[in-house]
């Protein structure tokens, strides 16, 4: 009985990734130059991108093929189980069907490999040697460290020195895939150098790590930087997953009323939705679909955040780019899923919840780990912080279920796996996690500040 089937794991790896661009509802603003106050060039960011990359990032080809390389590299792990929580399900005595499309069970135990080995791939292919980048926790450096080891690039990363030093877990994956890492600040860099000079012990943030690896790329030969996250091409390498999961489900014979996934810079939900979303737009979808971004409290983009140009970085190196922000200046509090603490989201996903497409919402970390724990108990998977967003949002959705009697199929990702990220739960366990709430007052501040630097923001019409 195909109805009684716990996971598949049978799936077909796509031939194709699914580029959303031409089917957005409207253009893509452009990145924008602060400088010149005009889009950029593409030639610019071919300092730190190789051209195909670049080409991909402003594609408006709606199906990009695979190379069979890269097929060969995501068969050491894909296609990913879909599962079906029945656990869950009976325990909310819901009459939802909840499904999970599950990363975990990639090397570095996360979605992030499906762009890391693209990248890896046409970088090799560029001829390039060293590949740098920036972590925090070490869940993007990991993919990274394993995809450069697949095509025998160097690695160089630029890893948060509070995380180097309290959360060494994923770097020893890093060093054991060859990975060069340094603790940022480090003396690796000018930047880096002239901020040990000031305070020796600068614990370092995200921003740092990201000038130094930019900095590392454009001043050594036949070197370039790499990011986990936000851009279209990476987005576009995640749509692996939303085509193996629409596969997965027909089989099944169903089809979802409802996607749901947490959005730290929005790469992972993407790659799962947009593939349906390509079904709505093509007129395909059997279902009227819902598409549910989840993001913490602590950091609320989207819920909280302002739909304008801002930069990427704290640093300010990117360009400004059109997007929900809490201002680029944010200062993310300290909860433990380390992978949405970030004050902006891609482009494409911020334009979707713009025009109502994508709706979101925010929970605290408290409420998500206790979602978390109750899924580890009934389904056995131990979810990473990230996820557990998502979890939180379905077991509401159930529940509500439960009350209009609803029989709301929901698929939602699972992008990885919590075995890491056991202090997190340590801390849950011993009730040290505070329910944050970032202030609305301190969005405002930030975006203050934004204009007063660029006043000119206020009329640009892009
Ligand atoms: C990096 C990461 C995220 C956040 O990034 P997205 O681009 O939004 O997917 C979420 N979950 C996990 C497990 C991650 O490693």
């Avoid at 990913?80 to 570095?108: C, H, M």
């Avoid at 060293?130 to 993007?140: H, K, M, S, V």
């Amino acid at each position: 009985m195909v109805s009684a089937i716990r996971v598949i794991v049978e799936a077909t790896i796509p031939d194709y990734w699914y580029n959303i661009l031409p089917d957005l509802p409207k253009p893509l603003p452009p990145p924008i130059n602060p400088a010149t106050k005009e889009p950029i060039n593409p030639k610019d960011l071919e300092i730190i991108f190789p051209k195909e990359l670049i080409k991909q990032e402003m594609s408006n080809e709606r199906w990009i093929p695979i190379p069979k390389e890269i097929k060969e590299a995501y068969r050491l792990w894909r296609p990913t189980p879909l599962y079906r929580a029945y656990n869950l399900e009976s325990y909310l005595k819901t009459p939802a069907k909840i499904y999970y499309k599950y990363e975990g069970v990639s090397p570095p135990g996360s979605h992030k490999s499906n762009t890391a080995i693209a990248q890896a791939y046409y970088n090799y292919k560029e001829g390039i040697e060293n590949l740098t980048t920036e972590t925090g926790a070490g869940q993007w450096g990991s993919a990274l460290a394993f995809a450069c080891h697949m095509f025998g690039l160097k690695a160089r990363i630029y890893m948060v020195r509070s995380s180097y030093d309290q959360k060494p877990y994923r770097r020893i994956l890093m060093q054991l895939w060859n990975a060069d890492v340094y603790a940022s600040p480090s003396n690796n860099t000018k930047y880096g150098k002239s901020l040990l000079e000031k305070d020796p012990t600068n614990p370092g943030s995200l921003g740092i790590a990201i000038s130094e690896a930019i900095e590392d790329a454009i001043t050594h030969e036949k070197t370039k930087y790499s990011l986990g996250s936000v851009l279209n091409h990476v987005l576009l390498h995640q749509t692996v997953i939303g085509q193996e999961a629409k596969q997965q489900i027909e089989y099944l014979d169903d089809y979802p009323d409802m996607i749901v996934g947490c959005i730290g810079g929005g790469s992972s939900f993407s790659g799962l939705f947009w593939p349906f979303y390509y079904d709505v737009v093509s007129k395909k979808a059997k279902k009227n679909i819902e598409f549910i971004a989840v993001e913490p409290t602590a950091a609320p983009s989207i819920t909280k955040g302002v739909y304008i140009y801002d930069h990427g970085d704290t640093a300010r190196l990117t360009p400004l780019i059109k997007m929900y922000t809490l201002g680029h200046d944010f200062i993310p509090p300290p909860i433990h899923a380390g992978g949405l603490r970030y004050h902006g989201k891609a482009p494409t996903l911020c334009l979707l919840a713009n025009e109502g497409i994508v709706k979101t919402r925010a929970y605290n970390q408290l409420e998500v780990f206790n979602a978390a724990s109750l899924f580890f108990k009934l389904e056995g998977i131990l979810p990473a912080p990230e996820p557990a967003h998502a979890i939180k949002a379905v077991i509401d959705e159930a529940i509500k279920c439960r009350q209009t009697g609803e029989e709301k199929t929901i698929l939602f990702l699972l992008c990885g796996h919590g075995y890491f990220d056991i202090k997190a739960y340590q801390d849950y366990l011993e009730n040290k996690l505070l329910p944050y709430e970032y202030p609305e007052e301190e969005v405002k501040k930030s975006i203050e500040r934004l204009y007063e630097l660029y006043p000119w923001l206020k009329n640009i019409n892009f």
